[in-house]
């Protein structure tokens, strides 16, 4: 079983800084759901979908350009990147996005076209080959579609 499911074609979902505290950080804004109780739904639709995921979290910035390069290396399908507040500052995680061979979706549980103006930059959406924000936890779900489709 576990050879057929490493033969699935994988989809790194990679969140970062202060995705950990989902559940209890804003939830008027990010909702009630933990970040594990999305992995868990992402696992079961990718099997699904013919899938793997492979789900990580980091609140440090180079650790993601680590991933995304390792995405590329290890050729992965896609990935679904949630870059929090990285989103809007980091050139390095656009420069990785578009060093790579990988489709990058870019996913957000809140819209950030409705929130602070800072937020209205986004960095890695110069990059992104498609969006999903202001679904909640449904922008995850919404995006491992998308990237079934690709």
Request: proline content about 3%.
């Amino acid at each position: 079983m576990s050879e057929q499911r490493s033969e699935l074609p994988t989809v790194f979902v990679l969140s970062g800084p202060n995705l950990n505290l989902l559940g209890t950080r804003e939830p008027e804004i990010y909702g009630h759901d933990t970040l594990n109780d999305i992995h868990a739904r992402l696992e079961a639709q990718a099997a699904e979908l013919g899938l793997r995921v492979e789900c990580r979290q980091t609140n440090h910035e180079g650790v993601l350009i680590d991933w995304l390069h390792e995405a590329f290396v290890t050729g992965a399908k896609a990935v679904l990147l949630n870059a929090g507040g990285y989103t809007h500052t980091s050139v390095a995680i656009h420069d990785a996005i578009k060093s790579i061979r990988v489709p990058v979706i870019e996913v957000h549980l809140s819209d950030p076209m409705k929130r602070e103006e800072f937020r209205h930059l986004s960095y890695v959406g110069m990059a992104a080959v498609a969006h999903f924000a202001g679904h909640g936890a449904n922008s995850y779900t919404l995006a491992l579609d998308a990237a079934a489709r690709l």
